[in-house]
């Protein structure tokens, strides 16, 4: 089994035993799931804190996450980004 972990704002991390698609299907309630977007297999980010898309990246003021292809195109859709 995966470990989907959360890291928030305040620098908090939390564990929790499940893949990221069944954490974000299944444990995230229902009027936040519009509020992340997975980037990668293993990473999801909240959309309010995505500064740039940069290539093949993902620009928060916290960390840069690798954006891959499969994801790129749902991404930009909800960002409206024009390609």
């Known amino acids: 089994k995966y470990t ?10 939390y564990y929790i035993r499940s893949s990221l698609s069944n954490t974000l299907k299944y444990l995230i309630p229902d009027h ?3 509020s ?5 297999r293993a990473e999801a980010v909240g959309i309010s804190y995505i500064h740039e898309v940069r290539g093949h990246e993902v620009v928060t003021s916290f960390k840069t996450f690798p954006l891959t292809e499969a994801y790129s195109a749902q991404l930009r859709k909800v960002l409206r980004v024009i390609t």
């Open 4 to 13: 989907a972990i959360f890291n928030t704002i305040d620098k908090s991390e």
């Open 32 to 34: 936040l799931k519009s």
């Open 36 to 40: 992340f977007i997975q980037v990668n």
